[in-house]
């Protein structure tokens, strides 16, 4: 069981950065400790999208094409804290973003991970 929470979206120009923070607390099903962790993204009109996921101690990370070069994923010096830096934002990107933990199969699938926080708003607009 582990609890997830979002903070750090808000309105934003284009062409602007935001700082997106979670955190997660509590243990999975295999670990105990540090484990993977992931933003997904969920725009009005469309299905939640994968964005970002990093590995349990950070040396790997993955992207959606989407935001490749754009956005990035790291780990906060708190135990399964987890950041995502998001640059040269575009109307495109405004969606709810929330934070996932609990891989259990593909990184970039939803069904994949076993627990989700509320989410965070982030919109960008002139």
């Known amino acids: 069981q582990v609890h997830v929470i979002e903070s750090g979206g808000g309105l934003v120009q284009p062409g602007g950065s935001l700082r997106l923070s979670c955190a997660a607390s509590g243990r999975t099903s295999g670990s105990s400790g540090v484990y993977p962790l992931a933003w997904f993204r969920r725009a009005p009109g469309k299905e939640r999208e994968f964005v970002a996921s990093i590995s349990g101690l950070g040396t790997r990370t993955d992207y959606s094409d989407s935001v490749k070069g754009r956005f990035t994923i790291s780990r906060g010096g708190v135990m399964n804290t987890v950041f995502l830096q998001m640059n040269s934002l575009e109307s495109e990107d405004t969606a709810r973003y929330y934070c996932?933990?609990?891989?259990?199969?593909?990184?970039?699938?939803?069904?994949?991970?076993?627990?989700w926080g509320q989410g965070t708003q982030v919109t960008v607009s002139s």
């Open positions: 996932a933990a609990g891989l259990r199969g593909s990184y970039s699938s939803e069904s994949a991970w076993d627990y």
